[in-house]
Nanobody, 123 residues
Framework: QLQLVESGGGLVQPGGSLRLSCVAS????????IGWFRQAPGKEREGVSC????????SFADSVKGRFTVSRDNAKNTVYLQMNNLKPEDTAVYYC????????????????WGQGTQVTVSS
């Protein structure tokens, strides 16, 4: 079974940048689309971005368009979420998740989830 581990979170000032990594093990990553989600305290989990298995197709939530990019290196079994110009409202636990198929914005469509990494944007 595919296992996912996120890393790269931390505390950053508004306007700063972070790069999250999602490393897969147990199965070749190139079979899966990978989604990034986030959940802030008291809020529902929301989709942030998704990248197709090939990497040729990506999607982003309106709230992060122009600030976040997503990429993948299937040879390294790793997906990256580059987050620039971070805002306090980006503060959340960020999760990556896998999907055998096309990207979806619905968490219910994803099969395997990482444990999450905390991102805090504060001065």
């Amino acid at each position: 079974q595919l296992q996912l581990v996120e890393s790269g979170g931390g505390l950053v000032q508004p306007g700063g940048s972070l790069r999250l990594s999602c490393v897969a093990s147990g199965f070749p990553l190139d079979y899966y689309a990978i989604g990034w989600f986030r959940q802030a305290p008291g809020k529902e989990r929301e989709g942030v971005s998704c990248i197709s298995s090939s990497g040729r197709s990506t999607s982003f939530a309106d709230s992060v368009k122009g600030r976040f990019t997503v990429s993948r290196d299937n040879a390294k079994n790793t997906v990256y979420l580059q987050m620039n110009n971070l805002k306090p409202e980006d503060t959340a636990v960020y999760y990556c998740a896998s999907l055998s198929g096309y990207c979806s914005g619905s968490p219910a469509a994803f099969n395997s989830w990482g444990q999450g990494t905390q991102v805090t944007v504060s001065s």
